[in-house]
């Protein structure tokens, strides 16, 4: 069980109180590794909930699992020059392959005999091994479309961590595909961006912006990337899901290629999509409160917990009774629930833990609710507090996990809502990104130099180019020159 510790309130200190909440909800910690987290229990199990969600999504829109190589070849990542040039800074290299005692006495030390005849690079994305893979795979059109997933962890190095949001290594999920033409391939690539919007929208109650990333934004090699952007509490943006076109680009570096109907050999258009544990960190700063975590109840691991109240064996073995028969009654409908019996603790210190670990709901149940027919019932997102009636409790507590998970959702809109500023004036624009951070939405020209700029004065990143373009032309932010299209500005994580 977490340790106990107050925790900063946002308006005090935002960070802070992230990391709070991750400890408080007992969800993570740092590893002796430095950069690397311990994913505990609990936060595993929001995790797997998550990935069990994204996966019957995933094979549902016709593709399949499989597992690649850890380690990548160096040469692998020279081949495709936008490529190495964007993961060049973050890559682990492996040198050699054994480890002999010191001769000192002092542990063990890297055998110099045992060098590789060529370096292994930990993978920081995985398009390089597995493009190699289908060269091999893929012949002809009737080998088309290749729709594989993968679930594995990466590692992109990086030295000023924070637990699930940037870490040395996470988890993720990464799709890589191959088709005949760009048209499947782009189709594909906006259809598995529409799949993170509903992962994100209707089961993690986030307020996403979807749109395309800017040229010096894309992913490193690719023709076009695609994005979902929420927006945290403190106005900053949290980049929730990728799909990215990739072109030709990797087909004509690994040489995939397959030959058409007419026989003329040709190169594959390929995407690749990812969603990784970044997304519990937007998850936590969407929803969560000065008290600790809230979690919506389709992703929450306990969706309601029992706490028994009780002073004498009696009291304990009727109230202990009643306590399963709810609990029984609500895994009847499919409502994850849980008796908490830990007679070591007192009432108090347990409704306290799951408040901070975000349970949607709690019920208590004691002596005098039993002999009233009723029990008292607490929803943790608004924390009323109001006694039912126990014999339709199922029914009214699997009507107000529905309401939460809406709740929630209408909550982060209207934030989101509140939060987003339509500026055409750029000493404007400084002002409210410095005072007060949300989405800027601002025509801009396109040019990479404006961007940069911008992003240097303001610290505001070009986060997406909106899919939902309807005020026409103007003149760009920056420069004032003409530009057809907004684009959200926004400090980002």
């Not at 040709?266 to 990784?276: A, D, E, Y």
Request: negative net charge.
């Amino acid at each position: 069980m977490a340790q106990e510790k107050n925790i900063t309130k946002r308006d005090d200190d935002f960070s802070q109180w992230y990391l709070d909440v991750v400890e408080a909800a007992d969800m993570a910690e740092h590893s002796p590794v430095r950069g690397c987290m311990v994913i505990k229990p609990y936060g595993y199990a929001i995790w797997e909930n998550i990935r069990d969600i994204l996966d019957r999504m995933i094979k549902a829109t016709g593709h399949v699992n499989a597992y690649f190589p850890l380690f990548i070849p160096k040469s692998f990542l020279s081949k495709e020059a936008s490529h190495v040039e964007g993961f060049a800074k973050e890559c682990a290299v492996v040198t050699h392959y054994r480890l002999k005692n010191d001769p000192d006495g002092k542990g063990v030390v890297v055998d110099p005999e045992a060098k590789l005849e060529e370096e292994l690079i930990v993978r920081p994305t995985s398009e390089t091994i597995m493009y190699s893979m289908y060269a091999k795979w893929i012949q002809s059109w009737r080998d088309l479309p290749v729709l594989i997933n993968q679930w594995a962890n990466v590692v992109r190095w990086e030295m000023r961590t924070r637990l699930f949001l940037r870490t040395a290594e996470f988890l993720w999920q990464e799709g890589h595909t191959a088709h005949a033409t760009h048209d499947e391939a782009e189709t594909e690539t906006l259809k598995m961006l529409d799949v993170y919007k509903d992962l994100a929208e209707n089961y993690l109650a986030l307020s996403l912006v979807p749109g395309q990333k800017s040229e010096s934004e894309k992913f490193a090699g690719a023709l076009r990337t695609y994005t979902i952007e929420a927006m945290m509490q403190d106005g900053k943006a949290l980049q929730a899901g990728t799909s990215h076109n990739l072109g030709q680009n990797f087909a004509k570096a690994f040489e995939v290629m397959f030959a058409d109907k007419d026989g003329e050999r040709k190169h594959v258009w390929q995407t690749s999509w990812g969603l990784s544990t970044r997304i519990m960190g937007g998850l936590i700063m969407t929803h969560s409160d000065d008290k600790g975590l809230v979690l919506p109840p389709k992703i929450a691991p306990t969706q309601v917990v029992i706490v028994p109240i009780y002073k004498t064996p009696e009291e304990q073995a009727s109230v202990l009774s009643v306590a399963q028969e709810i609990e029984q009654g609500l895994k009847a409908k499919q409502i994850l629930a849980k008796t908490d019996n830990r007679d070591f603790l007192t009432p108090g210190a347990k409704f306290n833990e799951w408040e901070k670990k975000g349970v949607p709901v709690r019920i208590e149940i004691g002596p005098k609710d039993i002999a009233s027919g009723k029990a008292v019932f607490v929803r943790r997102d608004t924390g009323t507090k109001q006694a039912i009636e126990i014999s339709p409790l199922a029914e009214v507590i699997e009507k107000q996990l529905q309401q939460m998970q809406i709740d929630l959702f209408e909550k982060a809109k209207a934030y989101r809502k509140a939060k987003t500023f339509h500026i055409d004036s750029y000493e404007e624009f400084k002002k409210v990104i410095e005072e007060t951070p949300g989405f800027i939405y601002s025509y801009w020209c396109g040019s990479e130099k404006c961007e940069a700029e911008i992003a240097e004065e303001t610290k505001a990143s070009t986060r997406c180019i909106p899919f939902d373009q309807t005020e026409g032309s103007g003149k760009c932010i920056k420069c004032g020159r003409a530009a057809e299209k907004k684009i959200i500005f926004a400090k980002a994580y």
